[in-house]
């Protein structure tokens, strides 16, 4: 089977929050090291983590995988960090799935079917394969290498994968994961009390199952 590498973009201040989402307890974990764990158990290696605000104090607390990647254009938006986390993966990877730390409902099991379709091979023209919740693509979202340059000279400021993804739809491929969990994100203390209202409610955490 083909290796995928994981890209966790944690790199944000978290500034509707009141700090670095990547720090936030969330069910026991902390929800940089929940991204990780969604990552490594739906099937990729190897795993990259992407910081920037307050990067020092992420290393200290929390546990990462070897390969962390620093941002020094954090501030600029999430673009920057997908150009820095897709710059970074090794040579001979040749396809990555990117996840954002600040979506702890997210499961394991999106992140395995859109590695399962990348490794069952992908049909001619088609460079990614994205996540879809009520038939609208989120995240996570695979691309393979060659589109690694497109996307990052489309992700600019606050704007992601998405733009690319919207402008190539006939290069993508949607993978429905509403029964795996929900790509709810956690910008506010009250968007993290629906997320953990969620599990409590479900009696079940989707990045385990």
């Known amino acids: ?38 990552l490594t158990e739906g099937g990729c290696d190897p795993l ?33 960090s997908v150009r820095a986390g897709l710059a970074a ?12 730390a600040d979506e702890p409902l997210v499961g394991a099991e999106a992140v395995r079917r859109l590695v399962g379709v990348y490794a069952g091979g992908l049909p001619p023209g088609v460079h990614a394969v994205a ?11 695979l691309l393979t290498r060659p589109v690694f340059a497109a996307v990052s000279a489309a992700a600019t400021g606050d704007r992601g994968a998405r733009v690319w993804l919207r402008s190539h739809p006939e290069q993508v491929i949607g993978v429905p994961c509403d029964d795996t969990g929900d790509a ?16 409590a409610g479900d009696h079940a955490d989707p990045a385990r199952d």
């Not at 993966?89 to 954002?100: F, N, R, T």
Request: glycine share 10%.
């Open 131 to 141: 996540a879809t919740y009520g038939c609208q693509q989120r995240n996570p979202v």
């Open 1 to 38: 089977m083909r290796a995928v590498a994981g890209i966790v973009l944690a790199a944000g201040s978290g500034s509707r929050f009141g700090g670095p989402k990547a720090l936030v307890d969330f069910h026991g974990e902390l929800l940089v090291e929940r991204a990780c764990r969604l």
């Open 184 to 199: 709810l994100d956690v910008d506010t203390p009250d968007d993290l009390a629906q997320a953990l209202a969620r599990i």
């Open 89 to 100: 993966v090794p040579a001979g990877i040749d396809a990555a799935v990117v996840a954002l």
């Open 48 to 80: 990259l983590v992407v910081l920037g605000a307050q990067a020092e104090d992420v290393r200290a607390s929390a546990v990462l995988p070897p390969l962390t990647v620093l941002n020094p254009d954090w501030d600029s938006g999430i673009g920057s």
